[in-house]
């Protein structure tokens, strides 16, 4: 007869229980080769921090644009024309155009640039008084006036859309001038106005004053 383990002989086991035991005991257990398979999903390692990738730089020409973005959700990225460091188009809005500019200096003046854009729209200038009591908001540390304009729009080419909207800000800095500017069937605008306003306020520069 078999001894029976000294693991087994330390604990009190019942009745048929001890019997089981030392059969247990008396046996080769049987052994089975298992293979098992897993599915390993692609991505970050735990504790690592995945790359943010919803800041989109946008190279222009040679050198990388004065600015960087979020792009809202919705929004599409076309390549950058001469004085657009930033072009962009709404996928469920074929006909809307957004785009940023940066020009030196001060680019014009804010209550100049204010009224090219009510003009384009077909509405009268502003006084420098009623242009001060437009809507501002922050935008890479200084206030931007915001223009929110409908009307019928004239583009560069002069021809003129109806029924449109321009959203548009002008951001002052010490050196330069950022201009963000929509344009856009009227409702289709309007829709975007939210996402434009966030938008305009994740611009951060790249390049130092």
Known sequence: MHAIPSYFARVAIPGSLALLAVSLGCRKPDTKEVTTTRTVMSGPVLGEVAPDTSRRRVAHADHEAPVAWELPAGWESV????????????????????????????GGGVLAN??????????????????????????????????????????????????????????????????????????????E?????????????TQPH
Not at 89 to 106: D, F, I, K, S
Not at 193 to 205: G, P, V
Request: net charge negative.
């Open 193 to 205: 106005k939210e996402r434009f306003i966030e938008f305009c306020k994740s611009l951060e520069e």
């Open 79 to 106: 390549n950058p024309t001469p004085i657009r460091v930033g072009n962009f188009r709404v996928a469920a809005a074929p006909g809307v155009e957004c785009y940023v500019t940066v020009l030196t200096g001060a």
């Open 114 to 191: 204010i009224n090219r854009w009510r003009q384009q729209m077909g509405q009268g200038e502003l006084s420098q008084a009623q242009a001060d009591a437009l809507p501002a908001f922050p935008v890479l540390g200084a206030q931007a006036v915001f223009l929110d304009a409908a009307g019928d729009f004239t583009d560069m080419s002069g021809t003129t859309q109806s029924g449109y909207r321009m959203l548009g800000i002008v951001a002052p800095l010490p050196d330069r001038t950022v201009f963000v500017k929509m344009t856009g069937p009227d409702a289709a605008v309007l829709g």
